[in-house]
């Protein structure tokens, strides 16, 4: 089914207006359908990997929105060749196109919605990966290759950069980390989002990068944020 189909499908929840923003909302703007589309931005998932990205969400809800994904053309199910052997669910070229879509809002957001985090309020470090994969200059990391683990509280994610292409997924990374970047989250996210310095947040032992100098170096360079470094050597896995 298509896009258009979906919508011809959901006339009765259309705002009626031919408008460009009213016709997207009328295709993804129900609840978690965008989230959804943010937890499937690192890559394919298994089902119950989307389900525990969406804390909150119950898994019959989950259902019905990756079905409309699905029928919309913004999402495809496939199963993953053997040992495996599971089904994951993807983002498809248009869906892709729409996450990096959601990259404006998400920095939007980050300087006028974001605030101070509530005591109750759930955080994943796969989340903030994605607005920096999205936003990162690729031009620098040309011939680059490094990966980065993010320790966030008990949150742990990855970034892995590749002669220019960024990928960034959950838990550790798959091989040993060039650098490994530890910090609370209020530290990370206000660094991120410019809001604390990063000198003073190393200063105050609330963030701290470990690695090859190098390495850090070019991540900072690349994110635009600068500070002093503390590195250490590390051997790697034979």
């Known amino acids: ?27 993804v703007g ?28 119950n898994t019959t809800l989950l259902a019905k929105r990756l079905r409309d994904l699905e029928d919309g053309g913004l999402v ?8 495996a052997a599971s089904n994951v669910y993807e983002l498809t070229n248009t869906g892709a196109e729409l996450c990096r879509a959601l990259l404006p809002l998400v920095q ?33 990391l040309v011939g680059v290759e490094a990966t980065y683990e993010f320790r966030i509280d008990e949150s742990i994610g990855y970034m892995s950069i590749e002669d220019g292409r960024v990928t960034v997924g959950s838990g550790p990374a798959l091989t040993v980390p060039d650098v ?42 690349a994110l635009g944020v600068q500070g002093r470094r503390r590195s250490v050597r590390k051997q790697r896995r034979r």
């Open 1 to 27: 089914m298509s896009i258009q189909n979906l919508y011809d499908e959901s006339v009765n929840r259309s705002y009626g207006q031919y408008c460009a923003l009213a016709k997207t909302l009328d295709l």
């Open 76 to 83: 495809r199910r496939r199963r993953l060749p053997p040992p």
């Open 30 to 57: 129900e609840r978690w359908t965008l989230l959804i589309v943010r937890e499937l931005g690192a890559g394919p998932k298994r089902y119950t990997d989307v389900l525990d990205g969406l804390p909150g969400m």
């Open 108 to 140: 939007w957001g980050a300087r006028h919605a974001l605030g101070a985090r509530n005591k109750d309020e759930v955080f994943h470090v796969e989340w903030p990966l994605l607005a920096m994969q999205a936003s990162i200059d690729t031009a620098r």
């Open 180 to 221: 490994t970047i530890t910090a609370d989250v209020e530290a990370f996210v206000g660094v991120g989002t410019g809001r604390l310095d990063a000198q003073t947040m190393i200063a105050e032992e609330r963030l701290n990068l470990e690695g090859d100098p190098q390495a850090i170096a070019t991540l900072s360079t």
